[in-house]
Protein backbone atom coordinates (compact mmCIF):
# COMPACT_ATOMS: atom_id res chain seq x y z
CA UNK A 1 0.00 0.00 0.00
CA UNK A 2 2.81 2.30 0.50
CA UNK A 3 4.45 1.68 -2.33
CA UNK A 4 0.81 2.42 -4.35
CA UNK A 5 0.73 6.27 -2.10
CA UNK A 6 4.66 6.87 -3.14
CA UNK A 7 3.86 5.91 -6.94
CA UNK A 8 0.55 8.22 -6.87
CA UNK A 9 2.47 10.91 -5.24
CA UNK A 10 5.55 10.79 -7.49
CA UNK A 11 2.89 10.65 -10.64
CA UNK A 12 1.18 13.69 -9.25
CA UNK A 13 4.61 15.67 -8.62
CA UNK A 14 5.68 14.46 -12.44
CA UNK A 15 2.86 15.61 -14.25
CA UNK A 16 2.41 18.83 -12.98
CA UNK A 17 -0.79 18.37 -10.42
CA UNK A 18 0.94 20.45 -7.50
CA UNK A 19 2.66 23.75 -8.80
CA UNK A 20 5.34 24.97 -6.78
CA UNK A 21 5.44 29.06 -6.21
CA UNK A 22 7.84 29.36 -9.11
CA UNK A 23 5.56 27.51 -11.38
CA UNK A 24 3.10 29.95 -10.42
CA UNK A 25 4.79 32.67 -11.61
CA UNK A 26 6.05 31.16 -14.52
CA UNK A 27 2.64 30.26 -15.72
CA UNK A 28 1.61 34.30 -14.56
CA UNK A 29 3.94 35.97 -16.73
CA UNK A 30 3.39 33.66 -19.95
CA UNK A 31 0.08 34.76 -19.72
CA UNK A 32 0.68 38.40 -19.36
CA UNK A 33 3.22 37.82 -22.19
CA UNK A 34 0.34 36.29 -24.34
CA UNK A 35 -2.03 38.79 -23.62
CA UNK A 36 0.76 41.57 -24.80
CA UNK A 37 1.53 39.73 -27.80
CA UNK A 38 -1.89 39.70 -28.34
CA UNK A 39 -2.99 43.70 -27.14
CA UNK A 40 0.39 44.91 -28.39
CA UNK A 41 1.86 43.04 -30.86
CA UNK A 42 6.05 43.99 -31.21
CA UNK A 43 6.15 46.19 -34.42
CA UNK A 44 7.46 45.45 -37.78
CA UNK A 45 9.55 48.72 -39.70
CA UNK A 46 10.45 48.56 -43.54
CA UNK A 47 13.64 50.04 -42.58
CA UNK A 48 15.56 50.65 -39.16
CA UNK A 49 17.71 53.74 -38.19
CA UNK A 50 19.37 52.00 -35.96
CA UNK A 51 21.03 48.89 -37.69
CA UNK A 52 21.73 51.59 -40.35
CA UNK A 53 24.05 53.69 -38.10
CA UNK A 54 25.42 50.75 -36.51
CA UNK A 55 26.78 49.62 -40.19
CA UNK A 56 27.85 52.61 -40.98
CA UNK A 57 29.94 52.66 -37.98
CA UNK A 58 31.63 49.49 -38.34
CA UNK A 59 32.25 50.88 -41.95
CA UNK A 60 33.66 53.85 -40.10
CA UNK A 61 35.75 51.73 -37.96
CA UNK A 62 37.25 49.85 -40.50
CA UNK A 63 39.06 53.22 -42.46
CA UNK A 64 42.36 54.66 -41.72
CA UNK A 65 41.25 57.60 -39.55
CA UNK A 66 42.65 60.04 -36.83
CA UNK A 67 41.24 60.07 -33.80
CA UNK A 68 42.56 61.77 -30.21
CA UNK A 69 41.79 59.28 -27.10
CA UNK A 70 41.85 60.31 -23.42
CA UNK A 71 41.92 58.32 -20.57
CA UNK A 72 40.42 58.76 -17.34
CA UNK A 73 40.90 57.46 -13.86
CA UNK A 74 37.72 55.50 -12.18
CA UNK A 75 37.56 59.07 -10.31
CA UNK A 76 37.34 60.62 -13.53
CA UNK A 77 40.57 62.11 -13.50
CA UNK A 78 42.41 62.43 -16.79
CA UNK A 79 45.35 60.16 -16.98
CA UNK A 80 46.62 60.86 -20.60
CA UNK A 81 45.86 61.10 -24.31
CA UNK A 82 47.19 60.85 -27.51
CA UNK A 83 46.48 61.70 -31.01
CA UNK A 84 45.01 57.94 -31.95
CA UNK A 85 44.85 55.95 -35.14
CA UNK A 86 41.10 54.31 -35.28
CA UNK A 87 39.03 53.38 -32.35
CA UNK A 88 40.91 51.63 -29.48
CA UNK A 89 40.73 47.59 -29.22
CA UNK A 90 39.43 46.26 -26.36
CA UNK A 91 42.57 44.05 -24.44
CA UNK A 92 40.36 40.89 -24.64
CA UNK A 93 39.48 41.06 -28.48
CA UNK A 94 40.28 37.73 -29.96
CA UNK A 95 41.42 37.06 -33.46
CA UNK A 96 39.99 33.37 -33.00
CA UNK A 97 36.73 32.13 -31.32
CA UNK A 98 37.55 32.06 -27.49
CA UNK A 99 34.43 29.13 -27.69
CA UNK A 100 34.84 25.48 -28.55
CA UNK A 101 32.14 23.13 -29.03
CA UNK A 102 32.38 20.04 -26.55
CA UNK A 103 31.36 17.29 -28.76
CA UNK A 104 29.50 14.46 -26.09
CA UNK A 105 27.19 11.37 -26.18
CA UNK A 106 24.24 11.79 -24.16
CA UNK A 107 21.36 9.44 -23.53
CA UNK A 108 19.32 11.80 -25.51
CA UNK A 109 22.03 11.92 -28.13
CA UNK A 110 24.44 14.17 -28.70
CA UNK A 111 24.36 17.57 -26.80
CA UNK A 112 24.58 21.09 -28.43
CA UNK A 113 26.35 24.01 -27.87
CA UNK A 114 26.36 27.46 -28.68
CA UNK A 115 29.14 29.07 -29.89
CA UNK A 116 30.10 32.59 -30.87
CA UNK A 117 30.90 34.05 -34.40
CA UNK A 118 32.46 36.84 -35.20
CA UNK A 119 31.27 40.24 -35.59
CA UNK A 120 31.63 42.20 -39.28
CA UNK A 121 35.03 42.78 -38.44
CA UNK A 122 36.41 39.17 -38.48
CA UNK A 123 37.11 39.58 -34.68
CA UNK A 124 35.23 38.24 -31.47
CA UNK A 125 33.82 40.99 -29.53
CA UNK A 126 35.28 41.89 -25.96
CA UNK A 127 32.61 41.08 -22.97
CA UNK A 128 34.83 41.31 -19.97
CA UNK A 129 37.36 44.16 -19.47
CA UNK A 130 37.79 48.13 -19.97
CA UNK A 131 41.46 47.51 -20.46
CA UNK A 132 42.44 49.22 -24.22
CA UNK A 133 44.99 48.71 -26.48
CA UNK A 134 45.03 52.42 -27.79
CA UNK A 135 46.91 53.21 -30.75
CA UNK A 136 48.70 56.11 -30.28
CA UNK A 137 50.11 57.82 -33.51
CA UNK A 138 54.11 58.67 -32.36
CA UNK A 139 56.04 62.03 -33.58
CA UNK A 140 57.32 60.02 -36.31
CA UNK A 141 54.38 59.11 -37.40
CA UNK A 142 54.02 55.55 -36.16
CA UNK A 143 51.48 53.69 -34.49
CA UNK A 144 52.60 53.04 -30.27
CA UNK A 145 50.11 50.54 -28.50
CA UNK A 146 49.63 51.77 -25.72
CA UNK A 147 47.94 49.40 -23.36
CA UNK A 148 45.39 51.18 -20.92
CA UNK A 149 43.21 49.57 -17.89
CA UNK A 150 41.24 52.97 -17.18
CA UNK A 151 38.42 54.50 -19.18
CA UNK A 152 39.01 55.33 -22.75
CA UNK A 153 36.99 58.14 -24.86
CA UNK A 154 37.90 58.02 -28.58
CA UNK A 155 37.05 61.59 -29.87
CA UNK A 156 36.32 61.53 -33.90
CA UNK A 157 38.53 64.72 -33.87
CA UNK A 158 41.00 67.07 -32.55
CA UNK A 159 41.01 68.47 -28.58
CA UNK A 160 42.83 70.21 -26.09
CA UNK A 161 43.52 68.48 -23.19
CA UNK A 162 43.39 70.99 -20.08
CA UNK A 163 44.90 68.40 -17.34
CA UNK A 164 44.81 71.48 -14.55
CA UNK A 165 41.26 71.82 -14.76
CA UNK A 166 40.30 68.03 -15.95
CA UNK A 167 38.32 69.29 -18.77
CA UNK A 168 38.19 68.17 -22.95
CA UNK A 169 37.26 70.50 -25.50
CA UNK A 170 36.95 70.31 -29.12
CA UNK A 171 39.34 71.97 -31.22
CA UNK A 172 38.13 71.62 -34.75
CA UNK A 173 36.10 69.71 -36.90
CA UNK A 174 35.13 65.78 -36.58
CA UNK A 175 37.56 64.08 -38.89
CA UNK A 176 35.14 60.96 -38.77
CA UNK A 177 32.01 61.64 -40.04
CA UNK A 178 29.21 59.13 -40.50
CA UNK A 179 27.37 60.00 -43.58
CA UNK A 180 23.74 61.35 -43.30
CA UNK A 181 21.09 57.89 -43.42
CA UNK A 182 18.19 57.41 -45.24
CA UNK A 183 15.25 58.87 -44.69
CA UNK A 184 16.83 60.57 -41.35
CA UNK A 185 15.53 63.94 -41.82
CA UNK A 186 17.80 66.75 -41.10
CA UNK A 187 19.95 66.59 -37.78
CA UNK A 188 19.26 68.20 -35.21
CA UNK A 189 15.19 68.60 -36.14
CA UNK A 190 12.20 66.80 -35.28
CA UNK A 191 10.33 64.91 -38.41
CA UNK A 192 6.99 66.50 -39.21
CA UNK A 193 3.77 64.18 -38.51
CA UNK A 194 1.69 63.46 -41.02
CA UNK A 195 -1.54 65.21 -40.90
CA UNK A 196 -4.66 63.26 -40.65
Excluded at 25 to 43: G, H, L
Excluded at 58 to 86: F, M, Q
Excluded at 152 to 157: C, E, I, N
Aim: proline share 7%; with cysteine; net charge positive.
Amino acid sequence: MKKIMLVLFVTFLLFGCVTSPDGKDAEAVEAQQSQYSKSQPIPMFDYSLERALAIELYKLRNKASVTHSVWRSDYGIIEGDCPSYGYGIPYDTSLTNPLKIERRSTVAGRAMGVIEQPEPNGLYASKNTTATWVMCLSESGGIEPVYVESKVTVYPGPVIVDYEHNRVRRSGAATVLIPKARGAGEVGTVPRQKKK
